[in-house]
């Protein structure tokens, strides 16, 4: 059974950092693209970051370029998401999803198996 598990999510003023995790179980995270997503109150499904399967690119919403990293751990099985210098309209619930795709995707239809989502708020 596929699955994805987050964590790391919190409280955290502007300016500071928090490093996400999405840990995967019955498939390993270099077969597959793994995609963060994040949805604010009222607002809907963003892609933040996407990391391919095949050759480890990676991609970054405009927003976040050059603020957060993505990762892969494949001996941890284990996605990252490295955010820095965070500011308040980072605040949203973030998911991490897996798709069966060649590279990868900002585009959540793509993906097929999903976390349940963790938390992040960003305010002094």
């Known amino acids: 059974q596929l699955q994805l598990v987050e964590s790391g999510g919190g409280l955290m003023q502007p300016g500071g950092s928090l490093r996400l995790s999405c840990a995967a179980s019955?498939?390993?995270?270099?077969?597959?693209?793994i995609g963060w997503f994040r949805q604010a109150p009222g607002k809907d499904r963003e892609g933040v970051s996407c990391?391919?399967?095949?050759?480890?690119?990676?991609y970054y919403t405009d927003s976040v370029k050059g603020r957060f990293t993505i990762s892969r751990d494949n001996a941890k099985n284990t996605v990252y998401l490295q955010m820095n210098s965070l500011k308040p309209e980072d605040t949203s619930v973030y998911s991490c999803?897996?798709?069966?795709?060649?590279?990868?995707?900002?585009?959540?239809?793509?993906?097929?198996?999903w976390g349940q989502g963790t938390q992040v708020t960003v305010s002094s």
């Open positions: 999803a897996a798709g069966w795709l060649a590279g990868c995707s900002l585009t959540e239809s793509v993906y097929d198996y």
């Open positions: 019955g498939f390993t995270v270099d077969d597959y693209a």
């Open positions: 990391i391919s399967g095949s050759d480890g690119s990676t």
